[in-house]
């Protein structure tokens, strides 16, 4: 007998940076972080989690390529998640035993993963919700944070959908460092995001080697863990909580500013933004300007990659520049049919970062806030 679970999970994109760790074995980090859960009509990763007595050894494949399943991160998961069932085992008799059986795990990204979009998020995110499922396990979206988290960072904000942070907490063992629902994806539903891919190639420091370095090595971080990023928590969560959009944006474009002054702090410097990420912060401003307030926000993680949020009403400002600047590339229809008609007006006296937008750019992803991993029918 082969007993079976799936799940969707959602790829989420920080405003509020997690960068930095205070324990690097259980991913705990320096400061609270605060993100948007994006919709997994457009990017998710499918993951179905399996058990049997047939099977010799656990296994994992990601896009049907075996991957490694003994690194300490997935073991962390793997380990809390089967004590969890037996836990529920040793209570009722009446269970099978399948925290003994071996597991096969099966994920597919519906995106590129070589893109240096937040994989390993949805992915951690997938793979604890789907043996959650197949384990009938009662825990919370809170307590599978906790332990989606161990596998990467970022991946305990994806267990919820919509606006989702996540408290750094203090105990030694990570009991307080959990993920939280700021608000539902129904309470501001029209918040979009385009996401220009700068680039397929493989980002050249790793976010757990970068943000160890900043740790050892910035001056400007201590200032940030501290003083700046707390402040801003509270502000973005009442930004949101009052659909502040210029607030949100504000604090977004400012808080990956600041991440990104912490990594060119570093001994040596890291650059994750290149020409072409500063080019789409150059035409964000523009569009900003030309619309005399503030319709769209720039943010960029680990890569060069811009995600761009913007309201559903701003769409042609926003959304139908850039495609008036990048012209017929792929993605400009999002899977909820939320086209861009029109190319907008491409904004004046910045034909420089336009040129560089258009050589640097290969694909858009047109998204939206969306919600949590939902469980699906095995593939
Ligand atoms: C810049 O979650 O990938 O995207 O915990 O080492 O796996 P690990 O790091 P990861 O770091 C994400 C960093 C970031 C900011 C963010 O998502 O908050």
Same mark, same amino acid.
């Given at each position: 007998?082969?007993?079976?679970?799936?799940?969707?999970?959602?790829?989420?994109?920080?405003?509020?940076?997690?960068?930095?760790?205070?324990?690097?074995?259980?991913?705990?980090?320096?400061?609270?972080?605060?993100?948007?859960?994006?919709?997994?009509?457009?990017?998710?990763?499918?993951?179905?989690?399996?058990?049997?007595?047939?099977?010799?050894?656990?296994?994992?494949?990601?896009?049907?390529?075996?991957?490694?399943?003994?690194?300490?991160?997935?073991?962390?998961?793997?380990?809390?998640?089967?004590?969890?069932?037996?836990?529920?085992?040793?209570?009722?008799?009446?269970?099978?035993?399948?925290?003994?059986?071996?597991?096969?795990?099966?994920?597919?990204?519906?995106?590129?993963?070589? %893109?240096?979009?937040?994989?390993?998020? &949805?992915? +951690? *995110?997938? !793979?604890?919700?789907?043996?959650? #499922?197949?384990?009938?396990?009662?825990?919370?979206?809170?307590?599978?944070?906790?332990?989606?988290?161990?596998?990467?960072?970022?991946?305990?904000?994806?267990?919820?959908?919509?606006?989702?942070?996540?408290?750094?907490?203090?105990?030694?063992?990570?009991?307080?460092?959990?993920?939280?629902?700021?608000?539902?994806?129904?309470?501001?539903?029209?918040?979009?995001?385009?996401?220009?891919?700068?680039?397929?190639?493989?980002?050249?420091?790793?976010?757990?080697?970068?943000?160890?370095?900043?740790?050892?090595?910035?001056?400007?971080?201590?200032?940030?863990?501290?003083?700046?990023?707390?402040?801003?928590?509270?502000?973005?969560?009442? %930004?949101?909580?009052?659909?502040?959009? &210029?607030? +949100? *944006?504000? !604090?977004?474009?400012?808080?990956? #500013?600041?991440?990104?002054?912490?990594?060119?702090?570093?001994?040596?410097?890291?650059?994750?933004?290149?020409?072409?990420?500063?080019?789409?912060?150059?035409?964000?401003?523009?569009?900003?300007?030309?619309?005399?307030?503030?319709?769209?926000?720039?943010?960029?993680?680990?890569?060069?990659?811009?995600?761009?949020?913007?309201?559903?009403?701003?769409?042609?400002?926003?959304?139908?520049?850039?495609?008036?600047?990048?012209?017929?590339?792929?993605?400009?229809?999002?899977?909820?049919?939320?086209?861009?008609?029109?190319?907008?007006?491409?904004?004046?006296?910045?034909?420089?970062?336009?040129?560089?937008?258009?050589?640097?750019?290969?694909?858009?992803?047109?998204?939206?806030?969306?919600?949590?991993?939902?469980?699906?029918?095995?593939?």
């Amino acid at each position: 007998k082969v007993y079976r679970a799936s799940t969707f999970a959602p790829v989420n994109i920080a405003v509020i940076k997690y960068w930095g760790k205070r324990d690097t074995k259980l991913n705990l980090p320096t400061n609270s972080s605060l993100s948007v859960t994006l919709s997994q009509d457009d990017l998710r990763t499918h993951t179905t989690a399996s058990c049997s007595a047939s099977f010799a050894s656990d296994t994992l494949t990601l896009n049907g390529q075996p991957q490694d399943i003994s690194t300490p991160r997935t073991q962390a998961c793997l380990r809390e998640l089967r004590s969890l069932r037996k836990d529920l085992e040793s209570k009722n008799s009446s269970l099978s035993q399948l925290s003994s059986l071996q597991l096969k795990i099966v994920s597919e990204n519906n995106f590129p993963t070589a %893109a240096g979009l937040a994989s390993s998020a &949805a992915g +951690f *995110a997938a !793979l604890v919700r789907s043996i959650a #499922n197949l384990y009938a396990l009662p825990a919370s979206p809170t307590e599978l944070s906790r332990i989606a988290r161990q596998g990467s960072g970022s991946a305990c904000r994806s267990l919820f959908g919509g606006y989702v942070g996540w408290n750094h907490g203090s105990a030694a063992d990570g009991s307080d460092s959990i993920a939280y629902e700021v608000a539902p994806a129904d309470h501001w539903s029209d918040m979009r995001a385009v996401i220009l891919v700068a680039s397929a190639e493989k980002k050249d420091v790793s976010s757990t080697a970068g943000m160890q370095a900043t740790v050892g090595t910035s001056a400007l971080f201590k200032a940030r863990a501290e003083t700046i990023v707390p402040q801003r928590m509270e502000e973005m969560e009442e %930004a949101i909580r009052k659909k502040d959009f &210029a607030a +949100f *944006a504000s !604090l977004t474009m400012r808080d990956s #500013n600041s991440f990104h002054a912490t990594c060119l702090d570093t001994d040596p410097p890291i650059f994750y933004m290149n020409d072409t990420s500063r080019a789409a912060v150059r035409v964000c401003q523009a569009i900003n300007e030309t619309a005399g307030r503030t319709v769209c926000a720039y943010t960029f993680d680990a890569g060069p990659n811009a995600v761009v949020y913007y309201l559903a009403a701003d769409e042609a400002a926003v959304a139908g520049t850039f495609r008036g600047i990048l012209g017929e590339k792929t993605g400009w229809e999002g899977s909820r049919g939320e086209k861009v008609e029109k190319a907008g007006q491409v904004p004046e006296n910045i034909a420089g970062s336009v040129e560089t937008l258009q050589k640097g750019i290969s694909r858009v992803i047109l998204t939206g806030v969306g919600d949590g991993p939902r469980q699906t029918e095995e593939h």
